[in-house]
């Protein structure tokens, strides 16, 4: 089994050279960003179908409920890192200096 590189699944950590610490972050943000994003997407997605399947559109009863539950799960990924950093900062503010 070979084991790739972690520049294969995020090409944004090879461009990576000058000023690490902005570009990191920078990289870090967008990635946040781009996850926020996705989340939205698929809410709005599954309130689409949603609308579609109370108002008679044919709409097949699986799909809203996958649309659903994609949704919620991307939200609650989405939730779980927001709790991570957000426990993470407040580590460093209590570190005595």
Do not use: C, W
């Amino acid at each position: 089994m070979r084991i790739e590189p972690m520049g294969e699944f995020m090409p944004q950590l090879k461009e990576i050279r000058a000023e690490p610490t902005e570009q990191v972050v920078g990289t870090f943000a967008e990635a946040l960003q781009g996850l926020l994003l996705k989340a939205e997407a698929m809410d709005a997605q599954a309130i689409e179908l949603k609308r579609r399947l109370l108002t008679g559109e044919p709409v097949e009863l699986h799909e809203v409920l996958l649309a659903v539950e994609k949704a919620h799960l991307a939200f609650q990924t989405f939730l779980s890192i927001r709790n991570r950093l957000l426990e993470a900062y407040q580590e460093l503010i209590r570190m005595p200096l």
